[in-house]
């Protein structure tokens, strides 16, 4: 690949890490997928060269197009000691906090007052709203591929506890909760207490958590064949309420640690 062309995917590189431009952006009240972002991204990966980005004792090998991003005090993001990741063209706002060790990849999006917390992954592409909390070991997964597949989007104020699992293009909508050990991909269907019906994928195979929805993970019996005999139950996340004030004072992150 030609050096011009690296030198413009580098400045590529620059406008996400700027959030000039995103992969995903709401638009009349709709998540749309600026498909062509996604398009350069992957551009990235196929024009760079495997090089040597060891340091010291630690081997790391990867492409020189896109490596571990740098940041400065004007940053204002502050990135906890302790082995922590963020690589190139991720847009971390000023005020986020990221907790070793964490990892954010490509063509993320992180607004302000969100904290990343310890074991946490934020996938390619996925997008986060300000003053999230990403709680220790849970993932938002990533997506390149298809180039039009909506990426994993979670919305303003959120709370996400341990050991979560977000992916294949769910959206978590503002001031959700969700409960330690969930996990939501567009196979798992949502039980919503309060009303006694299932939330399904939408017709673009999103699962879409209502806003203010408080999830935890819970079963459901097989209705039908053998399992039904056996006494099977299915995983399925809950919304047992709507988020109030009790739960808001319950999952506050203080501004002092901010």
């Not at 492409?63 to 740098?70: G, L, S």
């Not at 506890?161 to 293009?169: A, L, Q, S």
């Not at 819970?218 to 209705?223: D, M």
């Amino acid at each position: 690949m030609a050096t011009s062309d690296k030198e413009k995917f580098a400045e590529f590189c620059g406008r996400l890490e700027r959030g000039e431009v995103r992969v995903a952006e709401k638009k009349d009240g709709e998540w749309v997928v600026n498909q062509w972002v996604k398009e350069e991204i992957l551009k990235g990966f196929a024009c760079g060269e495997l090089i040597d980005m060891s340091l010291g004792q630690f081997n790391f090998y990867d492409k020189d197009t896109i490596a571990p991003r740098e940041f400065s005090l004007e940053s204002k993001v502050r990135i906890v000691p302790g082995g922590s990741s963020v690589r190139r063209g991720a847009y971390l706002a000023p005020g986020v906090i990221v907790m070793p060790p964490a990892y954010v990849n490509i063509g993320a999006y992180i607004d302000s007052g969100t904290m990343v917390d310890s074991h946490a992954l934020v996938g390619s592409c996925a997008q986060v709203g300000k003053n999230v909390h990403l709680a220790a070991a849970s993932q938002l997964g990533g997506v390149l591929e298809p180039v039009g597949a909506l990426p994993v989007i979670v919305e303003d104020n959120v709370f996400i506890g341990g050991n979560c699992g977000i992916y294949e293009g769910t959206i978590i909508e503002q001031n959700a909760v969700i409960g330690t050990g969930v996990v939501i991909n567009r196979s798992t269907a949502i039980y919503d207490a309060t009303t006694g019906d299932y939330i399904h994928p939408n017709d673009k195979g999103q699962v879409v958590v209502p806003a203010g929805a408080v999830v935890v993970a819970g079963s459901r019996p097989i209705v039908r064949g053998p399992g039904k005999e056996a006494g099977v139950h299915l995983y399925t996340p809950v919304i047992v309420k709507y988020r109030d004030e009790k739960t808001s004072s319950a999952i506050t992150l203080e501004d002092l640690l901010r």
